[in-house]
Every structure is written in C-alpha cells, then in structure tokens.
C-alpha cells in the first residue's frame, strides 16, 4: 500500500503512517476481522467546530465545511468510537436548529434572496429548501387561481398561423 503515500518510494506502507484518504477508501480498507486503519476526526466535526455548532449554528457556512456535511458526519460516525457519539448528538442538534429556518426561509424569502440564503446550506439543506420553496410558489399560484387558467396551447396557435399563411 506505499502507493497510497505520494511523498514514499516504497511499496510497503510504513506502521502509523498518517495519511489523508477519502472517505469511501477508508471504508473500503476496513474489514470485519482486522482493522488497518485508525481514523482521526475531520477538522469540520472536532470538538472545536461542534462548540461553535452548538453555540448558533445558523451563522455557520456548512457549504464550506463540506458540501455533504451531514451525509460525510453520518458516515464518519461509523469509524470513531470515541467521540461518534459526540458527533451525532451535534449533528442532530445542528439539523434541528438550521431545520425552522431553511423552512422559515423557503417561505418568506422572495426570489432574489433565494441565492444568498442558499450560500450557507450543505447539499441536503438546499434540497429541502428547494422543495418548500416549489411548493410555496405553487401554493401562491393556487391562492391567486393561475392554476385554472386556462391558455391557448402554442401547437394550436402555430397551426393557426400556418393556416392564415396558406390562405394568402
């Protein structure tokens, strides 16, 4: 496995090696018989990271933590017996809190300020956000009866302006 270490000449990793590897590598790499690897927790779910989450954890910018914040803290969760506790209680506490207000967001929020609220959501939150926001503007089209409007389907005016052309 020395070819995982970029810096090494050697085919054989050396014992106690840090390395920085992707998430689904190490899952890969991990057996039910023997563990090769220790994991160490990211800096986005440290203690340090989780204190700041517990104190607002809505001024926080999770894309910038990780695009899949919550998806990459369930997973690393797995893997640290020590503190994946800790890390789940904060993530739950996190999505909890951010949850009121991408809801709150999604229905007060008008087009323009769809971007800039969208800014600080991780992947997941934007979906949600995404999907009440379609359902609010449905719901205003309902309230203002733009559903049962009913228009001109543009096949039908594109053959009635060939027609007119055709009698010239």
Known sequence: LGF????SDEDILKANTS??????VAEGMKTDRRNYLGMEVPKSLRVTQREILLADSNVVNLHRLGP???EFGRHVIKHCAVEGEYIGESLMKTFRT???NI???????RDEETL????KMDELEREMFKNAYAKRKSLDAWKQRDVYKINTSQMVVNHKKRKA???E
């Open 98 to 100: 951010r949850f009121l």
């Open 19 to 24: 390395l920085e590897l992707p998430i689904w």
């Open 165 to 167: 052309l055709a009698m």
């Open 4 to 7: 995982l270490d970029p810096s």
């Open 68 to 70: 899949h914040y919550f």
């Open 103 to 109: 809801l709150d967001a999604a229905q007060n929020c």
């Open 116 to 119: 800039t609220e969208m800014n």
